[in-house]
């Protein structure tokens, strides 16, 4: 899973609260995330020019059922406690990371876009434990 990203780095190194994969993680999940709604994956153009583009926009909560379903694809029953190793305890905190992106000029935003899209998202504790099912191929 993991790329190694100077800029990323840095921007980790700027906010000591989340570890570097967090922010790894999430570019991770919205790659996942517009997979899941049929958009096309972000460009290698400046995040600025693709501020209006609303084909590679993901909102923020579309972002965190994304970073749901992979921390559960990646992390399986882990998936909690590998996010409060990277200093996450709510997904307040992947808005905090994305914000931080956009700050960067990692990412882009819309003006619609706001921290409080991220606030409450998914319960950690039900989303990511109690829902889990691991799922048995009786064909195999």
Not at 15 to 30: I, T, W
Not at 69 to 81: N, P
Request: proline residues 4%.
């Amino acid at each position: 899973m993991s790329f190694f990203n100077p800029q990323l780095a840095e921007v980790a190194q700027r906010d000591g609260r989340y570890a570097y994969e967090a922010y790894e993680f999430v570019f991770l999940a919205l790659g996942h995330t517009q997979k899941l709604l049929g958009k096309p994956p972000l460009p290698d153009v400046p995040p600025a020019e693709l501020a209006a583009d609303e084909r590679h926009h993901v909102k923020g909560q579309e972002l965190l059922e994304g970073i749901r379903s992979l921390a559960l694809q990646e992390f399986g029953l882990m998936a909690r406690v590998v996010f409060q190793r990277w200093g996450i305890r709510s997904t307040l905190d992947f808005g905090r990371i994305v914000f931080n992106l956009v700050g960067a000029e990692l990412l882009s935003k819309t003006d619609e876009d706001s921290l409080a899209d991220f606030q409450e998202g998914f319960d950690f504790d039900d989303d990511l434990a109690g829902s889990y099912r691991i799922e048995i191929d009786e064909a195999g």
